[in-house]
């Protein structure tokens, strides 16, 4: 199974701030990446699919890059509605597995 | 607009099965994959199963191969989970999940999900 790592596990930045969050593939995965946003209680959402396709209704601070093994979600400018856990999975091959996930936080 | 509706979670002892059903409306079914993705309590996201859109092909993680068997039937526009074997470590959220296309692809919309919770 490729193992998904990802980074960091959680941070904490002030509302405006560039936040970038990575995630590593155990083996090359092309661009077969997606990114979800799960808020506290609530139903997980996709946000970028195929490593750097905005999905429909995302706001445009939201964007993803990479290829390979290496992949980041930017978000250009943190808003207080962004405080989520960030999910990545490639989607490569089966099993479809998740990082562990990010915790982001208001400071 | 995609409604993913899942139904038959609950409470079972170790070792007892459960079946899950999801009612999918708003696309057409049998064009997507489908997968399950469960939650543990306060942990992050486990794909569980997935299957082709003619319900020919289908992949189980590890934890759970052997049993659990994914399911769907076109006619009714309904994705099943059949849990046997039932272990502590299934209690989970199991959400039903549209794909963007094949089977294990990236999860498009989610259900809110159906609680199993595995005690005695």
């Known amino acids: 199974d490729i193992q998904m790592t990802q980074s960091p596990s959680s941070l904490s930045a002030s509302v405006g701030d560039r936040v970038t969050i990575t995630c590593r593939a155990s083996q090359g995965i092309s661009n077969y990446l997606a990114w979800y946003q799960q808020k506290p209680g609530k139903v997980p959402k996709l946000l970028i699919y195929?490593?750097?396709t905005l999905q429909s209704g995302v706001p445009s601070r939201f964007s993803g890059s990479g290829s390979g093994t290496d992949f980041t979600l930017t978000v250009s400018s943190l808003q207080p509605e962004d405080v989520a856990t960030y999910y990545c999975q490639q989607c490569n091959s089966a099993p479809p597995t998740f990082g562990g996930g990010t915790k982001v936080e208001i400071k | 607009e995609v409604q993913l509706v899942e139904s038959g979670g609950g409470l079972v002892q170790p070792g007892g099965s459960l079946r899950l059903s999801c009612a999918a409306s708003?696309?057409?079914?049998?064009?997507?994959?489908m997968s399950w993705v469960r939650q543990a309590p306060g942990k992050g996201l486990e794909w569980v199963s997935g299957?082709?859109?003619?319900?020919?092909?289908?992949y189980d993680a590890d934890s759970v191969r052997g049993r659990f068997t994914i399911s769907r039937d076109n006619s009714k526009n309904t994705l099943y989970l059949q849990m046997n074997s039932l272990r502590a470590e299934d209690t989970a959220v199991y959400y039903c999940?549209?794909?963007?296309?094949?089977?294990?692809?990236?999860?498009?919309?989610w259900g809110q999900g159906a609680l199993v919770t595995v005690s005695s």
């Open positions: 299957i082709s859109g003619s319900g020919s092909t289908t």
């Open positions: 708003g696309f057409t079914f049998s064009n997507y994959g």
């Open positions: 195929a490593a750097s």
């Open positions: 999940a549209k794909t963007g296309g094949y089977s294990y692809a990236y999860v498009a919309s």
